[in-house]
């Protein structure tokens, strides 16, 4: 069970936007603590998507978005395409467990 | 160009010792710490542990203190995972990752993954 809560799964059609989820508690994302995503295409080493909450590394598309409030954080993909198709991990850090990086469970993308 | 450039992968019968490697290039090593992070098969990410070549300091996951080492050369900027006794439960890839010392920053970048099989 991981600290960080996301939903297995979303889909969506070419063009569509969706929205993965990450739900924390009141010791990790709920404490001010930033959230970074990574995004892991098949049978490839995870790289990061967005760090800070919100903030792009350079040369990924503004396609992808990040916020976060209270306890929770989102990534929002824009016109979906075929190369997003992914698992996506969401990461923070948790203070109740003696300050540990924690991940989410993954979310699989498929892009119908 | 900053990389992280892991050793092959490895099989080993449980009960043998193992130690993968993962050398940093186009940084200054000892400015950033080196977590390592498992993946078993078919499932999500787990943060290990953490070292910061600097001074040595390391933090531990729970679920991984006691099982494994984590170490580095700063001299030939590499981190080292080792293993004393594998069991068969440690077959995963493992990665490493860069990030910097202060606070909950994020992991970027990380190796190409190292996959160790332990099956006797």
């Known amino acids: 069970q991981s600290v960080l809560t996301q939903p297995p799964s979303v889909s969506g059609a070419p063009g569509q936007r969706v929205t993965i989820s990450c739900t924390g508690g009141?010791?990790?994302?709920?404490?001010?603590?930033?959230v970074h995503w990574y995004q892991q295409l098949p049978a490839a080493a995870p790289k990061l998507l967005i760090y800070?909450?919100?903030n792009r590394p350079s040369g990924v598309p503004d396609r992808f978005s990040g916020s976060k409030s209270g306890t929770s954080a989102s990534l929002v993909i824009t016109g979906l395409q075929a190369e997003d198709e992914a698992d996506y991990y969401c990461?923070?850090?948790?203070?109740?467990?003696?300050?540990?990086?924690?991940f989410g469970g993954g979310t699989k993308l498929t892009v119908l | 160009e900053v990389q992280l450039v892991q050793s092959g992968a490895e099989v080993k019968k449980p009960g043998e010792s193992l130690r993968i490697s993962c050398k940093g290039s186009g940084y200054t090593f000892t400015d950033y710490c080196i977590t390592w992070v498992r993946q078993m098969p078919g499932k999500g990410l787990e943060w290990m542990a953490t070292?910061?070549?600097?001074?040595?300091?390391?933090s531990y996951s729970p679920s991984f203190r006691g099982h494994v080492t984590i170490s580095t050369d700063w001299s030939i900027s590499t981190a080292y995972l080792q293993w004393s006794s594998l069991k068969a439960s440690d077959t995963a890839i493992y990665y490493c990752a860069r990030h910097k010392i202060t606070g909950n920053s994020h992991f970027d970048p990380w190796g190409q993954g190292t996959l160790v099989t332990a099956s006797s």
């Open positions: 070292i910061d070549p600097s001074d040595s300091y390391t």
């Open positions: 800070g909450n919100n």
């Open positions: 009141s010791s990790n994302i709920g404490s001010g603590y930033d």
């Open positions: 990461q923070s850090y948790d203070t109740s467990l003696s300050g540990w990086r924690v």
